[in-house]
Every structure is written in C-alpha cells, then in structure tokens.
C-alpha cells in the first residue's frame, strides 16, 4: 500500500515526520511511503509577529493538500492545528507526548533567575512573553522568529542573553545540551498542545484512518482534548495569550489554564480536574471558570 505524508518542510518538521514514518513501518512493513513538503502561509510569512498570526495558519495549504487528494496524510505539531477542525478532517492519531514544557537556552547562566537585571530574552510567543514578564517584570523579552537552530544561535549571539522556546523541538532534533534550564509550568504554562503530534487525515479515508489511529497515544490524546477543549470555550482561534496543561494521573485529570491581554497587564489563572474519561469536560469547566474570572473581557467571548 502506498501513503503520501504532508509536512511542512522546515528541520524540526522533517524529522517529525520522519519520525511517524519510521513507526509505521515498523507496524506494516508492506507500507510504501512518500513525503511531500509543502510551503505554509505561516512559512512565507516567516518574518511576520506570531501575535498576529491565528493558530491554524501553518496548517491550511496541507490540509488543501489532502482535500485534493494530493496526499493521504499530514504531519503537524499538535498546536499548529486550527482549534476547530473542519468537518472534512480528523485526527487520527495524537503522537505519545514530548516533554510539554518551554526551556531556557542561555549560554553562561544556569535559570530564568540567574539572568543579569535588564537581560534580554527572545521569544517567538507572545504567551511565554507575558508570563515571563510576570515572573520577573525587569526583563526586556523580544520577539525572535525563525526554526529552532535559527533560535537557537541567537542566543549565542550578542542582542541576546537567552530564549526561550519548547522543550520537544530541541529534543527532537537532539539539541538537549543546550538546555540551560526547564521552566516550571508554574512560572510558564505550555501552549495547547505543546510536545504532541497530530496525524491528519481525510475523515472519509478509513483506509488510512486505520493504519494512523495505531500511532495514537491515549494519554496524550486525553491531555490534549481538555487543554483545547479549554482553548475551544475562550475563543478558539483567538490571537490573545492562551496556555493550557492537562496531566493524568490515577485516572484523574489535572488542567492549569491561563489567559493575559497583549500587554501582560491582566493575567488570569485557573485550575479544574475531573475524571480522565472525560477530558473535554474538564476543560470546558476551566473555560467557564476563566471567562467568570475576566476572560471574556480580554479575548472577546460571551460566557457559555
């Protein structure tokens, strides 16, 4: 049987696929399997602010490449995926997680807290912006964009003390040593998503469906559902600083949720768990709790 895989083409999203690829082998050696990169308008558009960008833009040209036809399957970093999916779509597979936290590269210092006063941190997220200046309001975060090596380097540079970026992107691509430090979810909560893979899929191709949903990951897919399910009731695709981190344990759930304007100067925080079962409840009632908090004031939701 042969399956064509989308991916965008940049490293990290290479070796993310390659990494699907090799496991599906792996699961039915009879698989013929060809990758297709394809250009995204978030990669045209790589200079362009992460603010201003709805979650959903670095996945469209794939999923019109699959309604084409064009090929079977798209690879995407979970939180690249439009809160709401098209009815055309389904995720068929939700990859076992990566670490979900955001990291510290910042040659010369060990923490967040051993950074000079005044430092200079590079961030391509405006989530990770406002809680890091929450944490310590004297630091001067910049936006930084470009691939995870390109990041990488600019902390080495001399503009910047450090940046600030997800921890699966560098362990994927091998980068552990230049991890100065894990920042606790306490300080920074990860985006929706963050560490996982999507599959994606036609929703009518149970050929393809079948072969995909042997990757899934039931844990992961649980954590995920609430941490978008909670996205989903503020707004969705909203461009307002949003974080969600969903952990199962003894066959409960455990969802941290945030919310802040552009500026950082309204930050809300929340917490809800529930049964594993039923993640997408969990995160509702954390939407509900935040929106009853402010929420609705910030990222343009009515109470639901």
Request: with cysteine.
């Amino acid at each position: 049987m042969r399956l064509v895989v989308g991916t965008r083409g940049s490293p990290l999203a290479m070796t993310q696929t390659r990494w699907v690829v090799e496991r599906l082998q792996r699961l039915d050696r009879r698989l013929e399997i060809a990758v297709t990169k394809i250009r995204t308008q978030g990669d045209i558009h790589a200079e362009a602010p992460l603010a201003s960008m709805p979650r959903g833009l670095f996945a469209k040209e794939l999923e019109l490449a699959l309604e084409r036809r064009e090929i079977d399957l798209a690879v995407h970093s979970f939180k690249d995926l439009p809160t709401d999916l098209s009815p055309e779509f389904a995720v068929s597979a939700i990859t076992k997680r990566e670490d979900p936290r955001d990291v510290l590269v910042a040659p010369g210092y060990g923490s967040l807290d051993d950074l000079p006063l005044g430092a200079r941190l590079g961030t391509s997220s405006p989530r990770r912006a406002v809680q890091l200046r929450a944490h310590r309001g004297d630091l001067e975060v910049v936006p930084v964009r470009g691939n995870v090596g390109t990041r990488v380097a600019k902390a080495e540079g001399p503009d910047l003390d450090g940046v600030v970026l997800a921890a699966a992107g560098l362990h994927r691509l091998g980068l552990h040593e230049h991890i100065a430090e894990y920042i606790d979810p306490e300080v920074c909560l990860p985006e929706a998503g963050q560490g996982a893979l999507a599959v994606e899929t036609r929703a009518d191709d149970s050929r393809v469906q079948e072969i995909v949903s042997m990757l899934d990951d039931e844990a992961a897919r649980g954590a995920v559902s609430a941490e978008v399910a909670m996205l989903r009731m503020l707004g969705g695709g909203c461009t307002a600083p949003i974080a969600a981190y969903a952990e199962l344990k003894s066959g409960r759930i455990s969802l941290r949720g945030m919310v802040a304007d552009a500026n950082g100067e309204r930050l809300l925080r929340s917490a809800a768990s529930g049964s594993a079962d039923r993640p997408e409840e969990v995160g509702a009632l954390l939407g509900r709790q935040l929106i009853r908090m402010g929420a609705n004031e910030i990222v343009g939701v009515g109470g639901r």
